[in-house]
């Protein structure tokens, strides 16, 4: 099983509240990844990292932040949560680019 | 913007059946990865084949890569209801990121 965990696994919010969903890996791998999943769909990469202060935007727009202060860790956060931003995110880590890449379970994020 | 995309979209198959999937992707690449993803889960790595392979093999999975025609095939051999899952084709084509298509739901009926 592999050494990524995200927190929550499921989270109910009211609009304008501002979240931060975690990411951690024991792995020692620098490169993280979120990916944002709707239920039966692709997944679409929002941002990513190279290792400690690197931080960059994927494909899909996305009105999220994240930041990579630790090895570790990749915290994606929601300044003002809205009913459009309710979907799967997936957070993955690999220790190169274009490897195997190790999913964290996902956490579901609805917003009423 | 997409980089791959699998089909069929939905494939169901009775147990003992093989299954096979299809990936076609727009740009050169690295290489291509196969992964599962069962209902509400993260993903679990299957299989990477490089673009300079033709075939791979891991157990019961037999994965094809075609640069020229730029497609994928993933096989799984003697399915098992517990295959039952989304697979999805994901291709990197530079050091930044890998890109997923949609996905291939599988049911294996027992």
């Known amino acids: 099983e592999a050494d990524i965990y995200q927190t929550p696994r499921y989270l109910v919010i009211g609009t304008g509240k501002k979240i931060t969903l975690e990411c951690s890996q024991t792995?020692?791998?620098?490169?993280m990844y979120w990916y944002q999943q709707d239920p039966g769909m692709e997944l679409h990469l929002i941002h990513y990292s190279y290792g400690v202060n690197s931080t960059e935007k994927g494909d899909l727009s996305s009105e999220s932040t994240v930041s990579r202060i630790r090895t570790e860790h990749f915290p994606l956060t929601l300044e003002s949560a809205r009913p459009s931003h309710t979907s799967q995110y997936l957070c993955?880590?690999?220790?190169?680019?274009?490897?195997?890449?190790?999913f964290g379970q996902g956490t579901r994020l609805t917003v009423v | 913007s997409q980089q791959g995309e699998e089909d069929p979209q939905a494939l169901s198959i009775q147990e003992g059946e093989n299954a096979t999937m299809n990936c076609s992707y727009k740009t050169s690449i690295n290489n291509l990865q196969w992964y599962r993803q069962n209902s509400g889960r993260g993903l679990v790595h299957l299989i990477l084949?490089?673009?300079?392979?033709r075939e791979k093999h891991s157990g019961r999975l037999r994965v094809t890569l075609d640069t020229s025609k730029k497609s994928s095939s993933l096989l799984i051999t003697a399915s098992r209801a517990a295959d039952t899952a989304s697979y999805f084709c994901a291709s990197s084509y530079n050091n930044n990121d890998m890109r997923f298509g949609a996905g291939t739901r599988l049911t294996v009926k027992p």
């Open positions: 993955a880590s690999s220790a190169q680019w274009n490897t195997e890449a190790f």
């Open positions: 792995m020692g791998h620098d490169k």
């Open positions: 084949i490089r673009s300079n392979e």
